[in-house]
């Protein structure tokens, strides 16, 4: 009889065991009706805000750039969807901190208005399980918004600034003077001046060092890169000239044109308003990367757009958790007052973010300190509104 319970006992484990496995297989159980119709809610709220608020900018951009696209002769075909299919979501990404504010005050405060949240409330929900489903959209949202971010609007951006050197503002950098770089250990390189539509350079020298030490120096009038190459770094030298030294001989060699490899490409040389915008981010880390190694000091903006990329995402929870927590109380009045207070702090977020991402460039504060700032100051406030919502 007591090996009969004992075998019972154990079988009732094994069957608590295989139901709490099953139900960790299936998250989909967690998330009850109720999550369901907040989820809705809250991701169909985003996406009629970005659409509204897009649209009333692509009415401003239009009616302010009209003269230039007709001035320039731009195509139709060209403003559609080589500016305007590429200009929707990088601004729809760049504000989303925007957006998913608004959408959460906007659709909390009919849900209080319409005594919802009280009904949750009063059944003995607590405003953390409230907090759930918003969370849950907010990590879809973050989610969504770093692939965006990271790798399909980068590629984006480089037709669209295409399109605006070409038919708005005019006034890409093709040209740099005095370019020196480290293009490899101990091996400098230097050009009098570039011009980036023929990928050519002028009045080129190349040094290599050893031991601190110079040991061999390379001299050409032009120097060009090779674009259909099937390799990288491939450069064809015109009336070159090469000194070997060794000890207290030398060696002179000359000619018309030679192949070789230099490790540098035409984007290491000039360099462009919003060239950080074009790179994906596997292709900021290698580039932060190559200009550590040569020592470049140029590479601040490259660091702050790829920590502001990471921060910009996380921050759909922070302003989630202040906008679920200020608009989730009945109130007289409306929702006036709250969607005022909740569109202020957006653009003090977006404001912060921006002046911080000034002071990494200009004055030398770290860039991962002056993507995570705003994120920073805006947790404390998110914890501050949480612990004064109703309960």
């Known amino acids: 009889m007591r090996e009969i319970k004992i075998f019972g006992k154990i079988g009732r484990g094994l069957k608590r065991t295989g139901k709490a496995i099953k139900t960790a297989l299936r998250p989909l159980m967690f998330i009850k009706r109720m999550d369901r119709y907040i989820i809705a809610k809250f991701i ?5 805000a970005i659409a509204l608020i897009i649209s009333i900018s692509i009415v401003f951009d239009v009616n302010e750039n009209l003269t230039k696209f007709s001035n320039y002769h731009a195509p139709l075909r060209a403003i ?3 500016y305007y299919a590429n200009f929707v979501p990088y601004f729809a990404n760049l504000f ?11 659709f909390t405060s009919k849900l209080a208005g319409n005594s919802e949240i009280i009904a949750m409330l009063a059944c003995g929900m607590s405003f953390k399980r409230l907090l759930r489903p918003y969370l849950i959209s907010a990590l879809l949202i973050a989610v969504l918004n770093f692939y965006l971010g990271s790798y399909v609007i980068p590629k984006g951006n480089i037709i669209r600034q295409n399109f605006e050197s070409q038919y708005k503002n005019k006034k890409k950098i093709t040209t740099a003077n005095n370019v020196q770089l480290q293009v490899d250990k101990g091996v400098i390189a230097f050009i009098q001046q570039y011009d980036d539509r023929t990928k050519t350079g002028y009045g080129f020298s190349l040094d290599k060092f050893e031991n601190k030490k110079l040991v061999s120096h390379m001299t050409a009038s032009v120097i060009q890169y090779d674009t259909i190459s099937d390799s990288r770094y491939h450069w064809r030298c015109t009336n070159y000239k090469i000194r070997s030294l060794k000890g207290m001989r030398e060696h002179i060699k000359s000619g018309s044109k030679i192949d070789t490899m230099i490790v540098m490409e035409p984007m290491d040389l000039v360099f462009s308003k919003g060239q950080q915008e074009t790179f994906t981010s596997p292709e900021l880390l290698r580039y932060i990367s190559k200009q550590q190694d040569r020592g470049s000091s140029n590479v601040v903006q490259y660091q702050v757009e790829y920590h502001k990329r990471i921060a910009t995402c996380l921050a759909s929870f922070i302003l989630t ?16 007052l709250y969607l005022g207070i909740g569109l202020a702090l957006s653009f003090t977020y977006i404001l912060l973010q921006t002046v911080s991402a000034t002071f990494a460039i200009n004055a030398n504060t770290p860039p991962m300190l002056a993507a995570w700032i705003p994120n920073i100051i805006y947790f404390f406030i998110a914890y501050y509104c949480y612990k004064k919502a109703p309960n």
């Open 96 to 106: 989303s901190p925007l957006f998913v504010f608004i959408a959460v005050i906007f």
């Open 44 to 48: 169909g709220t985003y996406f009629f």
């Open 80 to 82: 559609v969807f080589d």
């Open 321 to 336: 958790i202040i906008g679920a927590s200020l608009s989730s109380r009945k109130r007289k009045g409306g929702m006036g």
